[in-house]
């Protein structure tokens, strides 16, 4: 209660109330029911019944003006007419009145709520409108005790539902359905019959309302200096419209064009977080009512968290956007460029395993295109906006290979300065591609499999597991099926990565996709080193059909570079200078007649290094970006073979 506004601050009260006992036991009844009720008018139904005998009165009720009219908010007897005269004399006067059977007198000083108790009483005690006067101030006390008590709850529920409703709003990736969930939320919330959320677009002076509900098209579109709205986005204040009171600000030209009139009407702006007002959050017509204070004050925290929302989705969307493009910019360059049964056969095939999240094992020479067609597997899949994230097993030492694959936390070794998360869980909900998994180590093959199994991956140093759904995509020049069977690969592991196994046929057994290749690949550094896209003469093509390419579409493509950079002239000769490091014809040695396929693998590979390494001046490092590999992997390749690598 509001100890200033108390009736027992009011002498007049306490001299009543001293002077009739039983009206001071009534009175602390309807105190006690006033600390117990949460509905006003239920407290008045209550109350007034215990109230009649206490005032001698055969009716007994609470009346209100309300736009010029008087109604009954509760009554106890039997009905009579209302004496308006008497009633309007005592609000204009703000004191207790008296007319033959009829008291009346405000609930509160200076009718502050507007509500009347009347007293129809057939004998009219001496006292007049006093002991009406003192049990009115009692009713208003509990009156305002119970209307404040409601205010705070329907306050705590209103905020209770307010954060149900944004907490949604975050959860949005598209700012059409955010507006549009905002609008119907505010709808409900406020028990309107519309609202709109308009949005200011400075440059054009208008206001966009998105959405604007009972629309057709869902769009409203205003200048932004018309009407409620306009008035509201360039003051930066909430404005309220009723029957009595701003009819004459209404844009009537708007429910003209809808064929719809507004009664009551709320506005609030929209501002950011930085202040700026970014539009407007409309609500129209309330259901029941007029809108009140407690609506203003919901719709302005409603606006709030609506600016947030909004800003954080605009932001949102707009990285998705980029996102979206730099995901369909790399699918573009991933092709897999080709008219060979061979090729036609593997992209139909890519296209229907894409569609699943299958295990794949692809099987091809060095330089055959593993990783594109990994890549064109993960762009053609639903996977296509996540990360696509390669790891060269044979690059990977075994001491390293734990922390590459599944992270570490901060002090877990020497040089763990800060957490670091590994592989599987950067592709997590994309792909992972694992490169030459024919040379990861025993070790690292065990805990590869158990991640497979398992989805779950521990950081060294760290205790908690962490879900990992990255598709596992794996490659290898390797016969893995005689690796298993001399038991240098994990049979689990390989039957666990070889759900569908995609082999790769190498560039010699596909000639006639090698100057669609080579066409393709020339176009695009042509494009890089900003040079008129060149030509390749009859000869220059007679030449690339007719060499064995032992580097595949590797060897293919650092060639189409090296040309597009150096070629003197637009036209490509076959004596060209770039020419210089193929070979004219295919002088490989050939292996014993009773050589093993695997003897005559590494004799192959053997020469072609050395080959590489010659054209490279002995330089290491060229001579591994010839052959498209690590230099640290050429060397490891080196001592396979045993070469020698000094």
Same mark, same amino acid.
């Given at each position: 209660?509001?100890?200033? !506004? ?61 736009? &010029? ?7 106890? %007897? %039997? ?80 905020l209770e539902a307010t954060l149900e409703v944004t907490s949604r709003w975050n959860q949005h990736h598209q700012v059409e359905a955010l507006l549009t969930d905002m609008a119907q939320a505010a709808t409900r919330l406020l028990d309107a019959d519309r609202a709109s959320i308009f949005l200011w677009d400075r440059p054009t002076h208008t206001l966009v309302a998105r959405p604007a509900l009972g629309v057709k098209k869902d769009e409203l579109r205003i200048p932004d200096n018309a009407g409620i709205v306009g008035q509201v986005v360039r003051t930066g204040e909430p404005m309220r419209v009723d029957p009595t009171n701003g009819q004459e600000l209404i844009n009537?030209?708007?429910? *003209?064009?809808? %064929? ?28 029941? %009512? ?26 949102? !969307? ?38 699943? #999240?299958?295990a794949v094992l692809i099987l091809g020479e060095n330089g055959t295109g593993k990783e594109v067609v990994s890549q064109s597997i993960h762009y053609l899949s639903h996977r296509r906006d996540q990360p696509f994230v390669a790891v060269n097993c044979a690059a990977i030492s075994e001491t390293l290979l734990e922390s590459e694959l599944f992270g570490h936390e901060k002090g877990a070794f020497t040089d763990a300065h800060e957490t670091h998360p590994g592989k599987f869980e950067l592709a997590s909900g994309g792909t992972l591609f694992l490169d030459e998994i024919g040379d990861l180590s025993h070790g690292g093959q065990s805990k590869l499999l158990r991640v ?60 006639? +996709? ?9 176009? #695009? ?11 390749? *003469?009859? *000869? ?61 693998? +590494?004799?192959? !590979? ?10 490279? &001046? ?23 073979? &045993?070469?020698?690598?000094?």
């Amino acid at each position: 209660m509001h100890t200033s !506004q108390t009736p027992f601050a009011i002498p007049a009260l306490e001299r009543v109330l001293a002077e009739h006992p039983e009206l001071a036991r009534t009175a602390a009844h309807v105190l006690a029911w006033g600390n117990r009720q949460t509905d006003a008018v239920a407290l008045l139904a209550t109350v007034l019944p215990e109230l009649a005998p206490a005032l001698k009165a055969d009716y007994l009720a609470v009346v209100r003006l309300s736009r &010029g009219e008087w109604s009954i908010v509760a009554e106890s %007897g %039997g009905k009579q007419p209302l004496p308006i005269e008497l009633l309007a004399d005592v609000l204009d006067e703000d004191e207790p009145k008296s007319s033959g059977p009829w008291a009346a007198a405000a609930l509160e000083p200076k009718a502050a709520s507007g509500e009347l108790l009347l007293a129809h009483r057939s004998a009219a005690p001496p006292q007049g409108a006093e002991t009406v006067d003192a049990l009115a101030k009692i009713c208003g006390e509990a009156w305002r005790a119970v209307r404040e008590r409601r205010g705070r709850q329907r306050r705590i529920e209103r905020l209770e539902a307010t954060l149900e409703v944004t907490s949604r709003w975050n959860q949005h990736h598209q700012v059409e359905a955010l507006l549009t969930d905002m609008a119907q939320a505010a709808t409900r919330l406020l028990d309107a019959d519309r609202a709109s959320i308009f949005l200011w677009d400075r440059p054009t002076h208008t206001l966009v309302a998105r959405p604007a509900l009972g629309v057709k098209k869902d769009e409203l579109r205003i200048p932004d200096n018309a009407g409620i709205v306009g008035q509201v986005v360039r003051t930066g204040e909430p404005m309220r419209v009723d029957p009595t009171n701003g009819q004459e600000l209404i844009n009537r030209q708007v429910d *003209s064009q809808l %064929g719809y009139q507004t009664r009551t009407l709320l506005c609030v702006p929209l501002r950011s977080r930085r202040g700026e007002v970014l539009g407007a959050f409309e609500m129209v017509n309330k259901l029941h %009512g007029n809108f009140d204070d407690d609506d203003v004050a919901t719709l302005v925290e409603l606006a709030a968290q609506a600016a947030v929302a909004l800003e954080n989705t605009q932001e949102r !969307q707009a990285l998705l956007r980029s996102r979206q493009l730099m995901t369909e910019e790399a699918a573009r360059g991933v092709q897999l460029i080709g008219d060979s049964p061979a090729i036609v056969a593997l992209r139909s095939t890519i296209r229907r395993v894409a569609a699943t #999240d299958l295990a794949v094992l692809i099987l091809g020479e060095n330089g055959t295109g593993k990783e594109v067609v990994s890549q064109s597997i993960h762009y053609l899949s639903h996977r296509r906006d996540q990360p696509f994230v390669a790891v060269n097993c044979a690059a990977i030492s075994e001491t390293l290979l734990e922390s590459e694959l599944f992270g570490h936390e901060k002090g877990a070794f020497t040089d763990a300065h800060e957490t670091h998360p590994g592989k599987f869980e950067l592709a997590s909900g994309g792909t992972l591609f694992l490169d030459e998994i024919g040379d990861l180590s025993h070790g690292g093959q065990s805990k590869l499999l158990r991640v497979l199994e398992e989805k779950l991956v521990v950081r060294v140093g760290g205790s908690k597991p962490i879900h990992t759904d990255a598709r596992v995509i794996a490659a290898t020049n390797q016969d893995l099926a005689a690796m298993v069977v001399e038991r240098k690969f994990r049979q689990d592991l390989y039957f666990r990565l070889n759900v569908v196994t995609l082999q790769i046929p190498p560039l010699r057994e596909r000639r006639e +996709d090698i100057l669609l290749l080579a066409e393709y690949f020339l176009a #695009d550094f042509c494009k890089k080193a900003r040079r008129p896209m060149l030509h390749l *003469s009859a *000869s220059a093509r007679q030449r690339l059909e007719h060499h064995a390419w032992p580097g595949n579409v590797r060897e293919l493509r650092n060639l189409m570079e090296r040309l597009a950079y150096l070629a003197p002239e637009e036209e490509i000769e076959a004596d060209d200078p770039a020419f210089a490091l193929i070979p004219a014809g295919n002088h490989t040695p050939t292996p014993a007649a009773d050589a093993s396929l695997c003897d005559a693998t +590494d004799q192959f !590979q053997a020469h072609y290094i050395q080959q590489a390494i010659e054209r490279a &001046g002995g330089n290491m490092q060229q001579a591994a970006h010839l052959l498209g590999l690590h230099r640290s992997n050429l060397y490891r390749k080196m001592r396979q073979l &045993g070469m020698n690598s000094h």
